[in-house]
């Protein structure tokens, strides 16, 4: 099976065409095309090609592109291949919810390395001096996989035009994979590490620069990501220990988190990523090369046998679930030290923030695990293979927290007894949803300084997915394309909180939508998300399982 071909027909822009808009910024002169009201200017580079001598190097800006036609998509990042399909994966993405969720993302059209472009849209006829504010997208795919092709903005452009709230949403590709985030002691000796959060860098660095030339204002640019893309949110709130200025300016003013807060991670040449390092340098045969370093050959490798040697480790959909073999790492300079640490100290860019989470976050990384059966083996599986760093003490306390009782506890949330696709499924949902997404955000806001604005939210509008609950990417098609009222909620709150910094402000959607949102801080309570309406919720269930979760951080690492 090939996930892929599942989004052939996802995103293709319907409606009817208009004169073709150009564009003079300092980047050069953008032909960009009009669909329905909105403006599109995509696949711009934003810098130089990441090939030959500049592969596994940091970015090289771009300074100037000419005369630039920007009416079509550039190509996709190299992606990393599925490796495994499992009955019960392919038994749950016959459902066309989970279909479109899981899959929205992937990559359309070409592959290959000349993929840093970035794309922007606007309402249609948006004069130069208009100084919109900005939402910068970046997607998910645990590092390893998507584009920022597939999320356009034929829903929320015109949705904020129509309240009187325009603003411009940005898109950007940056590296995956081993081409992007490839650990090890030799990388980090020549300083060429977390290249794909130096792309997303550059992107913003390259909206600072252009972003007045399409009307939007640079001082007003909310940064935002799902999964991989929301974690790359928080690095770059504490990248180079929280300074996100440029030329003395602030690159955004707000964040917004879908699904990702901390990763709690090793550094880049640590044991991990240095094991990663290795394998590809073998699969690539660079290991005894007689005349060139192991990084030298990897750059002269041939780009189908160098991403044959990416993908020799396991990727994140696939029974090592969110054992990333790629991640952003601590490496000393742009990232100084793990998340958590960063965020304890305060080393963290101090603008107001949503962080929020799917119910089930976990259940879309436990399909590929049917071969655990009991306690014993989930306490393997999770010491082995997710945190390999524990005792095994330490991992079974953990489970600990999760009681069995006849399978009535555990993700997805709520159902008793149904859903419990084997064994031990519901509590491996439950704890690899809670440590990656659902406490960790817990943990995070709770180490927040006070002065700093933070929202949070639960998402729980696909109660009654069978197996999958309200999964993690489900919020994607909701935000991006969908028309009903629980879509609209959440689209109108991000709108209000891109537009005026508050998700609160003119809220005035359907009765069951209006819930003031108060503060984390204040009141440690979740604005829920749900099918017919929204509502607040204490932010205190599963007392235990955040109790150990926080207390043992240094455990939890990878």
């Known amino acids: 099976m090939n996930p892929r071909r599942l989004v052939a027909a996802t995103v293709v822009l319907l409606g009817t065409a208009a004169a073709r808009p150009i564009l003079e910024t300092p980047a050069g002169t953008i032909i960009g095309s009009v669909v329905d009201g909105v403006e599109y200017y995509r696949g711009i580079p934003y810098a130089h090609p990441p090939i030959g001598p500049l592969r596994l190097k940091p970015p090289v800006r771009l300074e100037r592109l000419g005369t630039f036609n920007a009416t079509g998509f550039g190509p996709s990042c190299p992606q990393m291949a599925f490796q495994e399909s499992p009955p019960l994966f392919n038994e749950v993405v016959t459902n066309p919810v989970v279909e479109r969720a899981l899959f929205l993302g992937a990559a359309l059209g070409n592959e290959g390395e000349d993929c840093l472009t970035i794309s922007i849209m606007r309402p249609e006829g948006t004069s130069k001096d208009a100084r919109l504010p900005v939402l910068f997208w970046l997607h998910g795919g645990g590092f390893e996989i998507g584009s920022s092709q597939p999320y356009n903005a034929s829903v929320l452009v015109p949705r904020g035009v129509a309240q009187g709230r325009p603003f411009i949403l940005v898109s950007v590709n940056y590296r995956l994979g081993g081409f992007g985030f490839l650990g090890g002691k030799e990388l980090l000796a020549e300083g060429s590490t977390n290249l794909g959060l130096l792309d997303q860098r550059m992107a913003l660095e390259w909206v600072a620069h252009n972003i007045a030339g399409f009307g939007g204002d640079p001082d007003a640019v909310t940064i935002w990501g799902e999964s991989a893309g929301a974690l790359s949110v928080f690095d770059h709130l504490t990248l180079y220990d929280g300074d996100n200025t440029y030329n003395g300016r602030p690159l955004f003013r707000a964040g917004i988190m879908n699904s990702g807060s901390i990763l709690l991670a090793d550094p880049v040449d640590g044991p991990k990523a240095q094991a990663v390092f290795d394998t590809v340098v073998e699969a690539a045969n660079c290991s005894a090369h007689p005349t060139l370093d192991k990084v030298a050959c990897l750059r002269e490798t041939d780009y189908q046998k160098f991403l044959a040697a990416t993908n020799s480790v396991p990727i994140f959909m696939s029974y090592s679930a969110l054992a990333l073999s790629y991640m952003p790492r601590p490496d000393g300079k742009i990232l100084t030290a793990s998340g958590e640490a960063l965020a304890k100290a305060g080393k963290i860019a101090r603008v107001p923030i949503i962080v929020g989470n799917m119910e089930d976050e976990g259940t879309i990384s436990s399909i590929f695990q049917a071969n655990i059966t009991t306690e014993n083996m989930l306490v393997s599986y999770l010491n082995d ?120 402000s003119g809220i005035s959607g359907s009765a069951g939508y209006r819930t003031s949102w108060p503060k984390w801080k204040e009141s440690q309570q979740l604005l829920e998300f749900g099918a017919n309406s929204t509502r607040l919720i204490p932010d205190d269930f599963r007392v235990s399982s955040f109790e150990y979760i926080q207390a043992n951080l240094d455990n939890l690492h990878q």
């Open 385 to 504: 293979v997710i945190f390999p760093g524990a005792t095994r003490k330490d991992i079974a306390a953990l489970v600990s927290t999760y009681p069995y009782n006849n399978g009535t506890v555990g993700s997805p949330f709520g159902t008793g007894t149904m859903n419990q696709a084997y064994p031990q499924f519901k509590r491996l949902a439950a704890i690899i949803g809670d440590v990656f997404f659902i406490l960790m955000r817990r943990a995070f806001l709770d180490m927040l300084p006070a002065s700093m604005p933070a929202w949070s939210f639960q998402a729980a509008f696909e109660r009654g997915t069978p197996i999958l609950g309200t999964f993690h990417t489900s919020d994607l098609p909701r935000i991006f394309y969908g028309s009903d009222d629980a879509s609209r909620a959440m689209q109108d709150r991000y709108i209000a909180f891109v537009t005026s910094l508050d998700p609160n």
